[in-house]
């Protein structure tokens, strides 16, 4: 036993032991990575990129920032690098003393080490960078100030009757930029790269808007001394053609509104030849904005005059046949109410429609003095008219609604009578087929449905004597009546044929009954119910023992039978 037991411990222990030296060769693994890692770090071009700023006047502040950068380089390479060689080689020192725990800890140090280098590189060549992109922008942009510099001044000198009175504010403030230019060559020159790429921002940026300005300049003279006093007068002369031709434009105040403009107009020049474009520009807007209220409100008035000469004889139309059909309707109902029951919300609805159409003519003829005059404040005619447009059109339809309703007394009370006299012919003929049938007897539920035809239509025809007549109810008593009428007659037609095709059956069925006894007895019983006047019961006994005897014959019994 004791034999299991010591080969047991021995695999423990080979088996531990084969454990830590695997761990030893990954911890060695991750050190030797490191390592790589590290020597990748010594290599780093960093130098190359040092260089590029040589390129420029190492004076003033690129100086500085190239000693910065070399001096910040060169402390990461000694302390930094240095740092993590020797957590690396205390890790290595670890790993073969089995202080795996320790080793880790180094490593991870010497990593975080690595990673600050390589961090510190990429930040340090992203400035050194940035310096170069700086300079080339500066030097695009000194270029291109250079440029719109000569081409203000030349368009100054060439052109400067465009520019009217600021033509020498204009040169002066241009003058001022050519120092500014100089000094950006100076500082270029010193090695101040930073503080000249910041000055020629600001260069560039005032020649640009300075250059935009200049383009704008013209324009705002154009407008402030041609467009806009032409604009005035082209709105003078047209609102006193709109005048003599009966436009009353007075609500526009045109005169007192043109001349606020143009003293509002006088202080834009000056703006101008300060340079002041900002408050000139908002100045000339107000104007423009004001301008283009003052002519929507004649172009209104215009539009306003063309939709009145378009519509004032259609609603002239529609408000003279609303007021002859009010009175119509008004004669109509006193006749027609002694006659019929009318709906009291109609009369109502008439009475309203009078006083209504009463204030519509009104102001119609408020519209009729306004346009009679010389001159018209069309807006207001129109706002009229559509107020009688808007209100007319309903009245007219409301008022054809309740006039069709009052043809439809007579033409419903005259359909009711037709009705009735139909129920009466239709009833007796009904009852005349039931007696001269082959029937036993009329059965008595025909009776009680003639008995209830016959009150209906004494009830009917006592209710038509009554003044006035509620249409509505014996056009729905009628329609009672014929419903019942229907069923009078449906039922009557089916027992007709049930009593009619049973005899067939019978008769047919004679052939068999000396032979059959059973089929004897079941014709006996089926005779037994048509004497009861159970029509259908025996129809279906009569089919039933037919088909006993002669498969199919009931079937085409009646098929021949429909076809009769």
Not at 30 to 46: A, C, N, V
Not at 92 to 112: H, M, P, Y
Not at 260 to 272: A, D, S
């Amino acid at each position: 036993m004791w034999v299991y037991v010591l080969i047991v411990v021995i695999l423990a222990i080979v088996i531990a032991i084969g454990m830590l030296l695997y761990i030893r060769n990954i911890r060695k693994d991750d050190i030797k990575t490191q390592s790589i890692k590290l020597e990748g770090m010594r290599s780093l071009p960093f130098q190359d990129e040092l260089v590029k700023v040589k390129n420029y006047n190492l004076h003033g502040e690129a100086q500085s920032l190239y000693k910065t950068w070399q001096s910040d380089w060169q402390g990461v390479l000694k302390h930094s690098l240095t740092e993590a060689q020797n957590d690396l080689d205390q890790a290595a020192a670890d790993v073969e003393k089995f202080r795996f725990k320790d080793s880790r800890e180094k490593t991870e140090s010497a990593n975080a080490k690595l990673e600050g280098v390589e961090s510190k590189y990429k930040e340090l060549s992203g400035e050194i960078h940035q310096l170069i992109s700086s300079n080339e922008e500066g030097e695009r942009k000194y270029n291109e100030a250079e440029r719109l510099y000569r081409e203000a001044k030349r368009d100054v000198l060439a052109n400067g009757h465009q520019f009217g009175e600021a033509q020498p504010p204009l040169e002066k403030l241009i003058e001022t930029y050519e120092p500014e230019l100089k000094a950006y060559e100076k500082q270029v020159n010193q090695g101040n790269y930073v503080t000249a790429n910041k000055e020629i921002d600001e260069v560039h940026e005032e020649l640009s808007i300075l250059k935009e300005n200049m383009d704008e300049i013209p324009l705002l003279i154009k407008e402030v001394q041609k467009d806009l006093p032409q604009q005035f007068q082209e709105v003078r002369f047209g609102c006193r053609d709109l005048k003599a031709e009966g436009y009353d434009l007075e609500h526009v105040k045109v005169e007192g509104k043109l001349s606020t403009l143009k003293g509002k107009l006088n202080l834009v020049e000056p703006l101008i030849t300060r340079l002041e474009l900002d408050e000139a520009c908002d100045i000339l807007e107000d104007i423009n904005n004001q301008l283009d209220d003052m002519l929507e409100l004649i172009e209104h008035e215009v539009r306003a005059k063309t939709k009145v000469d378009h519509e004032k004889d259609i609603i002239t139309d529609d408000l003279f046949l609303a007021k002859d059909m009010n009175y119509t309707l008004r004669t109509e109902i006193d006749y027609v109410k002694e006659q019929y029951h009318i709906n009291e919300t109609d009369i109502h609805r008439v009475q309203k429609f009078e006083h209504e159409i009463e204030n519509m003519i009104d102001v119609y003829d408020e519209v009729i003095t306004e346009t009679s005059k010389t001159t018209a404040r069309y807006s207001e005619v129109l706002d009229n008219l559509e107020y009688i447009k808007d209100n007319i059109g309903s009245i007219n339809d409301e008022q054809q609604q309740i006039q069709q309703y009052l043809v439809n007394l007579r033409e419903d009370e005259a359909e009711a009578r037709e009705n009735s006299i139909l129920i009466q012919d239709r009833k007796e003929e009904i009852y005349r087929e039931l007696l001269g049938s082959n029937l036993s007897s009329v059965p008595e539920k025909f009776l009680v449905m003639k008995n209830e035809l016959d009150i209906d239509i004494k009830e009917i025809n006592k209710y038509f004597q009554r003044r006035p007549l509620n249409v509505q109810y014996i056009k729905d008593k009628v329609n009672r009546t014929v419903v019942l009428m229907n069923k009078y007659e449906q039922e009557a037609y089916e027992i007709l044929q049930e009593a009619r095709l049973t005899e067939v059956m019978i008769q047919y069925g004679n052939r068999y009954r000396r032979d059959d006894p059973d089929f004897n007895q079941m014709l006996t019983e089926a005779e037994r119910l048509f004497r009861e006047n159970r029509y259908k019961r025996a129809l279906q006994i009569a089919e039933k023992a037919l088909e006993k005897v002669e498969p199919g014959a009931a079937s085409r019994i009646e098929k021949e039978f429909d076809k009769q």
